[in-house]
């Protein structure tokens, strides 16, 4: 390949991917493209890599769609036996699509498709393919009334917070962080990225400040309770001057001392699986268990459907109604009427 544009594109060397693919490693980049892409020459690989960098900005969705569709060029490959990207038709796609629904479960299926067909999209856009195969392929139809989100009962939630002891700043920090997403029904990703001063005063009360997927921005008034965690959390840590810093980090090892980092989601996960173990919680939670909580205790008590869906920052009141549990126990009821 030839160096262009002020870009260094490098084949280094063939190697095997996660999926066991050809692919040759782009060197300015450090991602792998693979050899299906690569064997069409430099402007198609610079186009793939353009696919994740320019048109996703979400870097979860980024990372999701790039092993998607790397796993698809990877069947190609070894399945299809198909060594050109012209060669791929709509009946690869389909074939392709049918073989994952035996061990993916259908929305996994549905991103599948769209990562595949977004990517092709943007290659018949730079001119690499005159036609997308995917376009005319459907994936499986799934429909969701109810969520599958685990939830915890408002007496549940309430056990779990209290049996947070308040002895250690670690314990102050993980309170704190359950709160925000009970409270404030914030998702994980949101509440690890806030900021000091996205905890701020307006007028006689105390606000959040969540940046959401897609872009947004959420704020969020606290419940007096989630104040006062907040509150001693951070006089206890000391960053109440730290506006700029990360309102939730790790600690640094064992020491009990919080680093200047961020918390991760996956360490986020790990604390709340803790957590839930020692309050003899018998069912596997996570972070995600408390935003369903926050907005069905919301809910049980009068709240409305449309307030909750502007709290929760939803695009669709049908998507706060997933999280919905309040008819659980009326259903539980009218099946107990079969005496049988």
């Known amino acids: 390949m030839n160096d262009t544009s002020g870009t260094t594109v490098k084949t280094l060397q063939k190697l095997e991917c996660p999926d066991r693919s ?38 979860n969705t980024r990372a ?5 569709v790397n796993r698809f060029f990877a069947w190609c490959e070894q399945d299809a ?14 074939a392709y699509i049918e073989s994952l629904q035996n061990t993916y ?9 769209a990562a595949i067909r977004m990517c092709f999209d943007w290659l018949v856009t730079g001119q690499i393919v005159a036609t997308n195969p995917a ?15 685990p939830v915890l009962t408002a007496e549940q939630a309430r056990l779990l917070l209290d049996s947070i002891p308040t002895d250690t700043l670690l314990d102050l920090r993980d309170k704190a962080l359950i709160s925000v997403m009970c409270y404030a029904f914030a998702r994980i990703g949101a509440v690890v990225a806030m900021r000091v001063e996205d905890y701020y005063p307006e007028g006689k009360r105390w606000w959040l400040r ?28 000391g960053l109440c001057d730290d506006k700029r810093g990360p309102l939730f980090r790790p600690a640094l090892r064992k020491t009990g001392t919080l680093s200047e980092k961020r918390l991760s989601r996956v360490d986020a996960w790990r604390m709340v699986r803790k957590r839930a173990l020692e309050a003899e919680i018998a069912f596997p939670i996570g972070c995600h268990t408390f935003r369903a909580t926050g907005i069905t205790a919301y809910l049980e008590e009068g709240g409305s459907l449309e307030n909750a869906q502007t709290m929760a920052a939803h695009e669709s009141p049908r998507t706060t109604k997933l999280y919905d549990r309040t008819n659980d126990a009326i259903t539980l009821e009218e099946v107990e009427r079969i005496k049988i």
Do not use: W
Not at 30 to 52: C, K, M, Q, W, Y
């Open 22 to 59: 050809l692919a040759v490693r782009i060197e300015s980049h450090r991602t792998i493209v693979p050899s299906l892409i690569a064997r069409d020459g430099e402007n198609a690989a610079r186009r793939f890599l353009e696919f994740f960098a320019a048109t996703i900005r979400n870097k």
């Open 64 to 68: 999701a769609y790039y092993l998607a």
């Open 81 to 94: 036996y198909i060594l050109d990207l012209v060669d791929i038709e709509p009946l690869h796609v389909a």
């Open 105 to 113: 479960e259908k929305p996994s299926v549905k991103q599948h498709l």
């Open 135 to 149: 376009h005319a392929v459907r994936g499986p139809k799934h429909v969701v009334k109810r969520g599958k989100t």
């Open 210 to 237: 969540l940046h959401e997927k897609g872009g947004k921005r959420h704020e969020m008034p606290c419940h007096h309770k989630l104040e006062a965690y907040l509150d001693a959390y951070l006089n206890a840590a």
